[in-house]
């Protein structure tokens, strides 16, 4: 879209707007506009609107598109929150007059993520340009004395005055004021800052003066003990110089004692080495020696050791001979052992055989008699395994029928347990202890009564599933939840008698007949379930417990559980489905937690649907099974009684058992016996074949004693022969030894003889050696000593060093050499002046160092702040000369300005018959330079019997407050030269005659043609008001069209629906009551009114308003559709008209805090 520049505007002459003025704003999916274009005028632009419409739109479109920020609107915290709902971005194109050339164009794009993307003249450009530009524009939408949005209409008041000095001189346009205020501020803050600093630096310089006056003595006589000090360290120095020449001396005196004895040390060593090598010549022929010695003495041992081998051999020859005579006597002893052995197990041979006999005639009358038992226990044994068999399957079914009467017994306690809690629950209820105290009483009188009475179905009736038990606790009264059921008319009068009358209980009783066809065939649902599973039902309520049949016939006919489908939250999902295909057949039905009844309505076709959240499960919970608990007690007396039949059988087969193992325990002791005689012939048979085989290897084992005598005479004989040739052999060994000896002894006298020799050498040799450690002990002592003189020296020339800080030699550098010849020349001397010049030190007394440090710190900060002080009072005399000039420079044309916005401001009240005027405030007290505290004040009078009063909100209400703002504002509209100024409802809060009174005086002065841009919104006007013609007037109203029917008619836009009097509206309306009123509800009068309301039935008429009540009525989440519909403007003018119509006190004070707000 080309600029407004360079198209005919339908505005007149464009080149009456200023340099700045907006000619064109165009909006795409910003806020409720999916896009829209407003065409403003130079002058007064005057936009009117019902509300929520959309004016105040146009103002945050421009406060947005101008570089501003949400919070200076106050509507959305963020920028997404002026997207359109359903929309990605938001664009804003505003076209600024430019009187130059072609007109500035500012464009910005607003995403979901709070993200902005500038455009200036179609190309992107930073934010921080846009803001540049903006500002050299005099554009200020932060600025409320030129851009006043609806939500900070009453913040223009709350302006304090130093804020409404500084938005007056930006609103007018004075850039140069408001920097002069701004350097005036902050040359005020500066001399106030250097005043203070001058100040605290003159105390602080008077307190470093008597500080330091106070420590002069101190720090005098503190020199004086320094400088004596300086005279001890001197002979230090010196003390320490005489020190190393007497050390120095000392150790030249030790270094040639030292040297002395180490050639005395030398000479010594030399005689040590010669004696040293005879004595190796000696131990060496000694060492030949001791070798030939050994060999001699290895040789003899060795011929020793040969002649006693020849002694061992002959003892061993001796030995064996004892031997063999030994090993002789053994075998005749043992050969005479070995006959009486023989003629022993003869003996027994005999015995055995005997006894044998006699067993072998035993043993064949035994064999019979045991083939005879066998036959008898093999008769028994079949006997004795049927009673086994017999007793085992008692046992195992006295087993099987205790396991079952403990699973029953199980079962009545779990039952029982439950049935206890149920009556806990009663007897707890203050609301059924009656009927507890009934239940009670009837099970300790049931014999009473001709005909079964069942107990209250709270107590009788059992969920088959404890979830379940919420839906039938909540489809059957509760009275008949509590109610007793007779199946006999006269047992039920003789209860009530009985219960009521006698015992003044509150108790229901019903009478329920009990009849031959079971309920389940009499009653049955409408349709099966399986066709209404896919809808989400999963059983009929009938399904879900068990009781006493009359009971359950009973509820079949007063509820018809039978026949009430139970679901899940599908069914709750489907029950638009259900209401329409099944509502005549199943009138109620369970959706998840919900009972949704289906009634047909009195007043109208469409049936009335009721929806309830089902209660909890109170009693049901815990399921009492009476039935189950009956079969449980009856299946335990039949167990028990066959468990008695079987014990009886048992003990019956034990008996039997008992005679069967008698007999055939005497049998198996007969058998015993008899198998021990067989046993004993078998132990004889062995007994007798192991002695034969004894007296075999007895007869096999016999020895020759004349051979064997024999024998032993010829070994004896090799070995005395052998024994007398080795004593020849050992004969010969002893001679040999004898010369061996005398050898041996002669090398070892020589060898006596060298050792004598090495002995003597050794002797000589030692004394040489101490003779050498003696000189070496002297000589290492002399060493020690010079060296310690050494380290002395060293350590004194050091010490010198350290001292005097110069290079040692023998002799001192002049300087120095001058400093010590006036000082005493020996060291004793020194000693005697340094403990002189201590004593005086003492006698001073000790003096802090810290003082002294402190006092010179203390004159360098005296010599500083003096310096800084008179800096400060030559910049504090520059600085108020500068603020004199710049006061005269910015002072008069602000005073100047406040007069002229005071002449108008007074003006303008005073056509209205009120005071006010606008003056310069410069603070509390005499003080005129206290620019921080400058600012405009408004004074207002609106009654002649109160004073002139600071506007404020304390004292003036907010239609006062509206007045003085918006004629404050006019006031700045002569002198401004801003190329715009916003105001949104400004005369809300009005009274009629200062409302008509400020619009005449606006109209006045901002359609002059020198004014600039101005723009009014408001909702409604006076009539009769002054119209100007370069007043442009721009009407913001809902369209027919809802915005998604304009989407779908965008080409071919909805006509609007004409208008339809009550007459022709189809059918007539039914009285209307209320079934249950509440204390809200509204009076049948009011709504009546609504009939007869024009406004109400013009917006009826528009068929996108039934279409929206239409989606409310059959909208599944009610809260969120209401939520979307009060988004839509045509919604909102319907609401209003029916508040207006039906709470019109309420409406006018909701009305009242909109404009306020």
């Not at 105001?983 to 009005?990: A, F, K, L, P, S």
Request: aromatic content about 6%; some cysteine; overall charge neutral.
């Amino acid at each position: 879209m080309p600029p407004l520049s360079q198209r005919t505007s339908s505005s007149g002459n464009i080149h009456a707007f200023t340099k700045g003025a907006i000619v064109r704003i165009h909006l795409k999916d910003f806020m409720t506009y999916n896009e829209v274009e407003f065409i403003p005028g130079p002058n007064l632009n005057l936009i009117l609107g019902p509300n929520g419409t959309g004016k105040s739109t146009i103002v945050s479109a421009i406060c947005l598109g101008m570089a501003g920020k949400p919070s200076t609107i106050a509507r959305a915290s963020s920028l997404s929150g002026y997207v359109r709902h359903g929309a990605n971005k938001a664009i804003i194109n505003i076209e600024l007059h430019n009187p130059d050339g072609q007109n500035y164009c500012v464009t910005r794009e607003i995403t979901m993520d709070n993200k902005s993307a500038w455009k200036f003249q179609g190309r992107p450009i930073p934010n921080t340009q846009i803001e540049e530009i903006i500002r050299k524009l005099h554009i200020q939408v932060d600025n409320l004395c030129q851009f006043l949005p609806q939500e900070q209409v009453q913040n223009f008041s709350r302006l304090k005055d130093k804020q409404l000095l500084v938005g007056t001189m930006k609103a007018v346009g004075k850039p140069e004021l408001e920097q002069q205020f701004e350097q005036l501020m902050t040359m005020q803050s500066s001399l106030g800052s250097e005043s203070l600093n001058q100040e605290k630096d003159e105390l602080e310089l008077k307190k470093l003066q008597e500080e330091n006056k106070r420590w002069e003595s101190d720090v005098k006589s503190f020199k004086e003990r320094e400088t004596l000090k300086v005279n001890v360290k001197t002979l230090e120095k010196k003390k320490c110089w005489l020190i190393f020449k007497e050390e120095l001396s000392h150790f030249k005196q030790l270094k040639e004692k030292a040297n002395e004895i180490g050639a005395r040390y030398e000479r010594a060593e030399a005689r040590f080495e010669p004696l040293k090598k005879t004595i190796a010549e000696k131990e060496k022929t000694c060492r030949n020696t001791e070798t030939a010695v050994k060999t001699k003495r290895e040789k003899f041992n060795q011929t020793t050791s040969t002649a006693n081998q020849e002694i061992y051999r002959a003892d061993a020859h001796k030995q064996k001979m004892e031997t063999l005579a030994a090993d002789l006597q053994m075998k005749k002893a043992a050969e005479k052992k070995r006959l009486e052995n023989e003629n022993n197990f003869r003996r027994q041979i005999l015995g055995l055989e005997k006894e044998l006999e006699e067993l072998d005639e035993q043993e064949r009358n035994a064999s019979a008699e045991l083939i005879e038992i066998d036959m008898k226990l093999k008769e028994i044994a079949p006997r004795g395994t049927a009673l086994t068999q017999r007793k085992h399957q008692v046992v195992e079914e006295i087993r099987n029928l205790r396991y079952e009467i403990n699973e029953y017994q199980s079962k009545i306690k779990n039952i029982e347990d439950v049935d206890k809690n149920r009556l806990d629950l009663l007897s707890g209820d203050h609301g059924l202890t009656h009927t507890y105290q009934a239940v009670m009483w009837l099970r300790d009188n049931k014999h009473k009564f001709r005909a079964p009475i069942h107990e209250p179905p709270l107590i009788s009736l059992s969920v088959k599933n404890t979830k379940m038990a919420t839906y039938v606790e909540n489809s059957i009264a509760f009275n008949d939840m509590k109610a007793f059921f007779c199946e006999n008319k006269d047992d039920m009068n003789d209860l009530m008698k009985i219960l009521r009358e006698e015992r003044h209980l509150a108790i229901n009783v019903v009478h329920s007949p009990r009849t031959d066809e079971p309920s389940t065939s009499e009653f049955q649902p409408r349709m099966a379930l399986s066709d209404l599973k896919s809808l989400g039902f999963h059983s009929f309520l009938r399904e879900l417990f068990v009781g006493p049949e009359p009971v359950i016939r009973y509820l079949c006919k007063m509820y018809r559980v039978h026949n009430i489908p139970v679901g899940d939250q599908r069914a709750y999902e489907n029950f638009g489905v259900i209401r329409d295909q099944y509502g005549t057949l199943f009138p109620t039905f369970f959706g998840g937690n919900q009972l949704i009844s289906i009634r047909g309505s009195r007043y109208r076709r469409e049936a009335i649907t009721q929806m309830s959240e089902i209660r909890p499960s109170k009693f049901l919970g815990q399921s009492v099974d009476t039935c189950a608990l009956e079969k449980y007690h009856a299946a335990v007396a039949q167990l028990e009684q066959r468990l008695a039949e079987a014990k009886a059988a048992e003990d019956r087969i034990n008996q039997e058992e008992i005679a069967a193992n008698k007999t055939r325990d005497e049998l198996l002791h007969r058998k015993r016996s008899l198998q021990g005689i067989q046993a004993n012939r078998r132990v004889v048979m062995v007994r007798l074949e192991r002695v034969r085989v004894q007296l075999h290897n007895s007869e096999s084992d016999s020895v020759d004693l004349a051979t064997e005598e024999k024998n032993v005479k010829e070994k004896c004989g090799v070995s005395v022969r052998t024994l007398i040739k080795k004593m020849k052999e050992f004969t010969k060994l002893i001679d040999q030894l004898l010369v061996q000896d005398k050898e041996r002894e002669a090398l070892q006298i020589h060898l006596e003889v060298l050792r004598l020799e090495i002995h003597s050498a050794r002797n000589q040799l030692v004394e040489e050696q101490e003779q050498i450690k003696s000189l070496k002990d002297e000589k290492d002592a002399a060493d020690r000593l010079a060296q310690e003189a050494k380290v002395r020296a060293k350590q004194a020339k050091d010490d010198v060093v350290r001292s005097l800080r110069i290079r040692v030699n023998e002799e001192l550098p002049d300087e120095i050499r001058a400093q010590f010849d006036p000082l005493p020349k020996t060291i004793p001397e020194i000693d005697d002046a340094i403990g002189s010049a201590n004593a005086r030190i003492h006698l001073m007394g000790s003096a802090d160092e810290q003082i002294v440090r402190d006092f010179e710190q203390r004159e360098s900060l005296i010599e500083q702040l003096s310096r800084k002080i008179n800096s400060i009072n030559n910049r504090a005399s520059s600085l108020k000369d500068k603020m004199d000039k710049l006061k005269g420079e910015f002072l008069p044309p602000l005073l100047q300005l406040i007069s002229r916005i005071n002449t108008s401001f007074g003006r303008y009240y005073a056509s209205m018959k009120c005071v006010g005027e606008v003056c310069l405030y410069t603070g509390e007290g005499d003080i005129d330079d206290d620019f921080k505290n400058y600012g405009i004040k408004i004074r207002v009078k609106y009654r002649s019997a109160e004073p002139l009063l600071d506007l404020s909100a304390n004292h003036h209400s907010g239609g006062e407050r509206a007045v003085a703002t918006a004629l404050y504002m006019l006031a700045m509209q002569e002198l401004t030269q801003v190329p715009f100024r916003c105001v949104d409802e400004i005369n809300q809060g009005m009274d009629p005659i200062n409302e008509r009174r400020v619009f005449d005086l606006l109209v006045e002065t901002a359609c002059r043609e020198t004014s600039a841009q101005y723009f009014l919104l408001t909702p409604k006007l006076l009539p009769g008001l002054d119209y100007s013609p370069n007043m442009k007037i721009h009407f913001v109203q809902n369209g027919d069209c809802s915005l998604l029917c304009f989407k779908a008619h965008k080409e071919s836009p909805c006509e609007k629906p004409s208008s339809t009097s009550s007459e022709n509206l189809p059918g007539k309306c039914q009285p209307f009551t209320y079934k249950f009123p509440t204390k809200d509800t509204v009076p049948i009068e009011k709504l009546q009114a609504l009939v007869q309301s024009d406004e109400l039935k013009e917006c009826l008429s528009n068929p996108h308003v039934r279409d929206i009540l239409k989606s409310l009525v059959q909208s599944q989440t009610p809260e969120t559709s209401i939520k979307e519909a009060m988004k839509e403007p045509i919604f909102l003018e319907l609401a209003h008209a029916c508040l207006k119509i039906v709470e019109p006190e309420k409406f006018q004070q909701e009305l009242v805090i909109c404009n306020v707000l």
